[in-house]
């Protein structure tokens, strides 16, 4: 029995499914595996955020210095709005009685 033919070497670069030439290149089989592993992994991750828990990245990045800065600004502007329509609700009820 004859040897096995060896395909050609790949001389001009990565070719695409359709035989021409592809940029960026198509990533191997292990390259997607490992890029789905991590996109899984960090999506699990992300779920499990308890309350209470401060992680250090965000510490030290000063990520939860910012999301506590931010969340008493709603917080107040919430409670700002609501005033305001309360005391626009009570002007509007005393112009209905004055009429």
Known sequence: MPP????????????????????????????????????????????????????LEDLVSGAYDRKEKAEAEAKRKRIEKRRKEKEAAEIAAKEALKK
């Open 4 to 55: 096995k033919r060896r395909p050609p070497p790949k001389l001009y670069g990565p070719l695409g499914d359709n035989g021409e030439l592809q940029f960026p290149p198509p990533k191997s089989w292990q390259e997607r595996e490992r890029e789905r592993l991590e996109s899984e992994r960090n999506s699990v991750v992300s779920h499990f955020r308890f309350a209470g828990l401060v992680y």
